[in-house]
């Protein structure tokens, strides 16, 4: 699952064409708006990054749309692999005085 919010500016005159056409679009909810400052917050729930991208770019091409930028976006399509909380957990149940320390930044300069 893919969620992300998109910040879109419009032509004031279109406002009304352009909420219509972005909230018919496939995976896309308008969230809020505010006529008077031509803005419009969309929100785009989608099953895989590449649906993700369809939607901001069917948004981006919408009647009257000036500019549509993606504020925020959550993807789940790479969680974190399955070993990953047994490795956490070692981590955690390590004593800190048996972490012996074996490196100098300066090294890396």
Same mark, same amino acid.
């Given at each position: @699952?893919?969620?992300?919010? &998109?910040? &879109? $500016?419009?032509?004031? %005159?279109?406002?009304?064409?352009?909420?219509?056409?972005? +909230?018919?679009?496939?995976?896309? %909810?308008?969230?809020?708006? *505010?006529? %008077?400052?031509? &803005?419009? !917050?969309?929100?785009?729930?989608?099953?895989? &990054?590449?649906?993700?991208?369809?939607?901001?770019?069917? !948004?981006?091409?919408?009647? +009257?749309?000036?500019?549509?930028? @993606?504020?925020?976006? =959550?993807?789940?399509?790479?969680?974190?692999?399955?070993?990953?909380?047994? #490795?956490? %957990? $070692?981590?955690?149940? #390590? *004593? #800190?005085?048996?972490?012996? =320390?074996?490196? *100098?930044?300066?090294?890396?300069?």
């Amino acid at each position: @699952m893919n969620i992300s919010s &998109v910040i &879109v $500016k419009v032509q004031p %005159e279109s406002f009304e064409q352009s909420l219509k056409a972005i +909230g018919a679009l496939e995976c896309v %909810e308008v969230g809020a708006f *505010d006529q %008077e400052k031509a &803005v419009i !917050i969309a929100l785009i729930e989608a099953p895989s &990054v590449q649906e993700e991208l369809r939607a901001n770019r069917e !948004i981006e091409n919408a009647p +009257g749309v000036i500019s549509a930028h @993606m504020h925020f976006s =959550y993807s789940d399509e790479n969680p974190l692999p399955p070993n990953i909380q047994a #490795t956490l %957990e $070692k981590i955690e149940n #390590t *004593d #800190t005085k048996a972490v012996r =320390y074996g490196g *100098d930044v300066n090294n890396w300069l």
